[in-house]
């Protein structure tokens, strides 16, 4: 399965739920590093100040619910 790296980000002043999706690449992290680094300079140029970067490895809508449900039935 090809893995998707997602950079998000929130803007200062706003709540960390308040996350937004900066950018989205699929396949390896290190052929998009150095586009995430300057992505993140750039948004931190406008306005964002707190990121987490996730990475998903191709698990369908069912598969990611299905464990987010398991995991609270514990």
Same mark, same amino acid.
């Given at each position: 399965? /090809?893995?998707?790296? +997602?950079? *998000?980000?929130? =803007?200062?002043? $706003?709540?960390?739920?308040? @996350? /937004?999706?900066?950018? %989205?690449?699929?396949?390896?992290?290190?052929? *998009?590093?150095?586009?995430? /680094? #300057? +992505?993140?300079?750039?948004? @931190? @140029? $406008?306005?964002? $100040? =707190?990121? =987490?970067?996730? @990475?998903?490895?191709?698990?369908? %809508? /069912?598969?990611?619910? #299905?464990?987010?449900?398991?995991?609270? $039935?514990?």
């Amino acid at each position: 399965m /090809e893995k998707e790296f +997602v950079l *998000y980000g929130v =803007r200062k002043g $706003n709540p960390d739920w308040q @996350e /937004e999706v900066i950018i %989205a690449r699929k396949g390896e992290f290190e052929t *998009y590093k150095i586009l995430f /680094e #300057n +992505v993140k300079k750039w948004a @931190e @140029e $406008n306005g964002f $100040n =707190r990121f =987490r970067l996730a @990475e998903y490895g191709g698990e369908t %809508a /069912e598969e990611v619910k #299905n464990a987010f449900v398991k995991a609270l $039935n514990i």
